[in-house]
């Protein structure tokens, strides 16, 4: 199966959570939570799709960034990756500059804008 049928037979997070349990999370910390649940399970596409809600909030948007930054480069998208950990870096996750290396290092072409 290739990622385009994949990607069209997958239901979104939400569907699968209200399934499973019922409901889902209903602030910021709660789609922190999921998403970090999601992460543990090597499910970083659900942990991309899950992660906005947390990102919009302060309380959780620099653990989220670093999740996001983490889950792009799993996913191989390497440009959002590289834009994702200067974010996180820029929120203070300094522990993220060593994969942020690491990846222009790696991707030498790769610009950031």
Known sequence: MNDDDYNAQRK???ERLQEKIGFCPKDSIGWLYAA???YKLEDYHSVIECITPAL???RTKR???HLLA???LHTGQIEAAAGAFFKSINLGNDTDW???VELLIDNPK????
């Open 12 to 14: 979104s997070v939400r």
């Open 36 to 38: 970090r649940g999601f």
């Open 56 to 58: 919009r909030n302060e």
């Open 63 to 65: 653990e989220s960034q």
């Open 70 to 72: 983490f889950s792009f």
């Open 98 to 100: 060593q994969p942020f």
């Open 110 to 113: 790769l610009k950031l804008s």
